[in-house]
């Protein structure tokens, strides 16, 4: 478990981290080692999910070493996919992270929505959805693993 005190907002206790796979922490479905390394380092705090339609067929692979979930979904209606994983975790206690149109009703619906301007751009729909901005994953995980950034970033 975080915990993160944010100046005029309260306390923000995060159990699970969500996390879009292809666009957000993989580029044409690798993910780098540097992301890996901070995605070990906050396993060890939260629970990892990593959401996927597998689009480029790498998931399995990638994900391999890492100590996160892999959850599969159908990429027929991925953003419903996606929405429906999150209902079933403590949306009070969630953090999403994406950049999608796929991604906006998780954005919306976690404490907190963290959407990533990566390689493969960001969705204005995630855009609009997201508390956070960042410009890569590593920024993103970054905020959990110094929390002071994301202290100054949210406080009122």
Do not use: C, W
Request: aromatic share 4%; net charge negative.
């Amino acid at each position: 478990m975080i915990d993160i005190n944010i100046p005029g907002r309260g306390d923000l206790t995060i159990e699970s981290l969500v996390i879009d796979l292809n666009g957000t922490i993989a580029t044409d479905g690798k993910i780098p080692s540097e992301v890996k390394e901070r995605i070990q380092l906050l396993s060890g705090s939260v629970q990892i999910y990593i959401l996927t339609a597998d689009t480029q067929g790498t998931a399995q692979n990638e994900i391999k070493d890492m100590r996160a979930n892999l959850v599969r979904i159908e990429e027929e209606d991925s953003k419903k996919g996606k929405f429906e994983f999150i209902k079933g975790l403590d949306l009070e206690k969630t953090v999403a992270i994406g950049n999608g149109h796929n991604d906006q009703f998780v954005l919306k619906e976690a404490a907190l929505g963290i959407a990533v301007l990566g390689d493969e751009g960001l969705a204005v729909s995630a855009l609009k959805q997201a508390d956070v901005v960042v410009k890569n994953i590593s920024d993103a995980l970054d905020l959990f693993l110094r929390q002071k950034r994301l202290m100054a970033t949210l406080r009122e």
